[in-house]
């Protein structure tokens, strides 16, 4: 564990103030739910929750079988982070930070759909190649929120396989919204 130097006191509610700074390193946005932590020696963690993180290795048998059904390349997000990838080139995503545009568009909530992977959808906060050409995005929401997407990549960039991708990724983002209302 870090420290950071800031001592904050607890209101008359219970309320303590997570400091700016630290929401922005975090990514911490209002109404975000965080989970509570508490161990042995009386600490108290908090850690950004993700419900589509729950779902863990669902997801990954999920993202598996999207990926073998149409050969593309496969990512399940949730705000932040690519939780899991299939197909190739999955290694490079797994676990990495998603970029600005990926989370502007998971914001707007709907699909959409580039021939232009790398200018107009670049996946991954960090630089990353591939070949790739089209993509589409998909939004999961559970219960109204934006809780994630449902990526996928293909190597054409043809309209026709950039439907089917959309079709595919509508319907994987609404399944896996309505697997997490339950």
Known sequence: MK???IVRRIDDL?????????????RIREGDPLEIFTNREGEILLKKYSPVGELGEFASSYAEALAQSV???VCITDRDYVIAA???GRKELEGEHLSKNVEELMEKRGTFATADVHSELP?????????????????I????????????????GRSDALELLRVLTMSAANFLGKHMEQ
Do not use: F, Y
């Not at 219970?14 to 975090?26: D, M």
């Open 3 to 5: 420290a950071t130097g």
């Open 14 to 26: 219970g309320r303590i103030v997570v400091p700016k700074e630290i929401r922005r390193t975090l």
């Open 71 to 73: 050969e593309a390349l």
């Open 86 to 88: 299939a197909g190739a």
């Open 123 to 139: 996946v991954l906060a960090k630089e990353w190649t591939s070949d790739h050409k089209g993509a589409v995005l998909s939004t």
């Open 141 to 156: 929401t559970c219960n109204g929120d934006c809780q994630g997407s449902v990526i996928m990549l293909e190597k054409s």
